[in-house]
């Protein structure tokens, strides 16, 4: 959707390394996610966050951290104890939680 | 926890043709959501539907809260409707769950 954009699209992990995803929005939007999807699958919740410095963890948080300094942004970092972090990453944001989710294109990662 | 059930996993219509998409969920839910992924994983926000119906163009959704299931509609269908169509439920704790989708492929 416009106004939301992750960065990079692609992204190649070697083992041992962490890597941040990128999320940003220009929408004003105080509630932002996180999902991973699998192939073939749907979309599973990582993190989410309802308003500035507060976050809460999704279904499958471990080997993921998230922080929300500033409203605009919502970066996702995938850690080295992510055992299976090959996935497509999604970042949505609404207006306030229970309300519609938008997302952004998504970044795939791969680890070589 | 909360299971989404949707039904069929796959589909294949010849343009033209209308279908009906179901998604089931186990528990009381704050609200429900339908979205469409493009073949490139893009995702569209198609309806935004707790309860009642909405229509949009070709596509209308209901869902039933009180028996716990919603249907999204398409009619008259366009190979360009080909995709994913997810349903995804929020919980009372805020948390969404995704079901695992309905695969269109509309021939032309």
């Known amino acids: 959707d416009g106004g939301i954009t992750q960065s990079p699209k692609y992204l190649f992990r070697k083992e041992g390394q962490n890597v941040t995803l990128s999320c940003e929005q220009n929408?004003?939007?105080?509630?932002m996610y996180w999902y991973r999807q699998d192939p073939g699958q749907g979309l599973r919740l990582i993190y989410y966050?309802?308003?500035?410095?507060?976050?809460q963890k999704g279904d499958i948080a471990e080997g993921y951290s998230v922080s929300r300094e500033k409203k605009e942004s919502f970066p996702l970092t995938v850690t080295s104890a992510q055992k299976n972090p090959t996935a497509f990453y999604l970042c949505?944001?609404?207006?306030?939680?229970?309300?519609?989710?938008?997302f952004g294109d998504g970044t795939r990662l791969s680890i070589l | 926890g909360i299971q989404v059930e949707q039904s069929p996993p796959d589909l294949i219509l010849q343009e033209g043709a209308n279908s009906t998409l179901r998604c089931n969920f186990s528990?009381?839910?704050?609200?429900l959501q339908w979205f469409h992924q493009n073949p490139w994983g893009q995702l569209i926000n198609l309806f935004y539907?707790?309860?009642g119906t909405k229509q949009n163009g070709r596509l209308s959704a209901t869902t039933v809260a009180t028996e716990r299931y919603s249907l999204l509609y398409i009619s008259s269908s366009q190979t360009t409707d080909s995709g994913v169509y997810f349903c995804?439920?929020?919980?009372?704790?805020?948390?969404?769950?995704f079901g695992a989708g309905t695969r269109l492929f509309v021939k032309a």
């Open positions: 929408l004003n939007h105080d509630a």
């Open positions: 966050s309802q308003i500035v410095n507060d976050f």
């Open positions: 539907i707790p309860s």
């Open positions: 949505a944001t609404s207006r306030q939680v229970n309300q519609p989710q938008h």
């Open positions: 528990d009381s839910v704050n609200n």
């Open positions: 995804a439920v929020e919980t009372g704790g805020f948390k969404t769950i």
